[in-house]
């Protein structure tokens, strides 16, 4: 191997690792001053000319990238994955236990409004579908999972939705609603209990 050749592979390697395009003094700058980066920028052109990449010169800065004729094989969706709100978490929670439910169902049980924004996010996911209309007046609208919450969550159907002890179990309760819970639980027991004259 001659030090031309080790010279090409010195600049080839220095364009390859690059987090970004540089300039021939900033490949010089990692190569050495005694290599011949224009030189040896040259003889790569050429040699990937034609190749799935090629070594291309942008406002006097060096790099690699595909080849444009081959965009169109690279180019792939990607899911990206988002975090839930609290809201949106907690309103999936009510209609995956309470579904069908309307939306005034769903905020008697949460305590405050939700903004549409919420089933938009959910129906988007795919894990909330609309389900008709209650027949009650005003007909309101009526939502439910889907297959593919089911799916996401592996479910086999609503009835494998963990029930309370398995919430607390886990430590997925929050502290405060299961001390609300508990507390709850006394005062039925002392309701029961008292006698009536």
Aim: aromatic share 4%; net charge negative; charged share 30%.
């Amino acid at each position: 191997m001659t030090a031309m050749d080790d010279h090409l592979r010195a600049v080839e390697a220095a364009l390859f690792a690059a987090e970004e395009p540089m300039s021939a003094d900033e490949i010089r700058d990692h190569v050495g001053a005694h290599v011949d980066v224009r030189g040896a920028l040259t003889i790569l052109v050429d040699h990937y000319a034609g190749r799935g990449v090629e070594l291309v010169e942008r406002g006097k800065r060096w790099h690699f990238q595909t080849a444009p004729d081959l965009a169109h094989i690279l180019r792939r969706e990607r899911d990206e994955s988002r975090k839930l709100s609290r809201a949106a978490v907690e309103t999936l929670a009510i209609i995956a236990y309470h579904e069908p439910v309307s939306r005034a169902e769903i905020e008697a049980i949460r305590g405050v409004q939700i903004s549409k924004g919420t089933l938009d996010v959910l129906m988007e996911a795919g894990w909330v579908r609309p389900a008709g209309r209650r027949e009650v007046p005003g007909r309101p609208l009526i939502y439910a999972t889907t297959g593919a919450f089911l799916t996401h969550f592996g479910l086999a159907s609503r009835r494998d939705l963990p029930g309370i002890d398995d919430l607390k179990a886990a430590g997925l309760l929050d502290p405060i609603d299961a001390a609300l819970m508990q507390v709850g639980g006394e005062q039925l027991e002392l309701e029961s209990g008292v006698d009536e004259d």
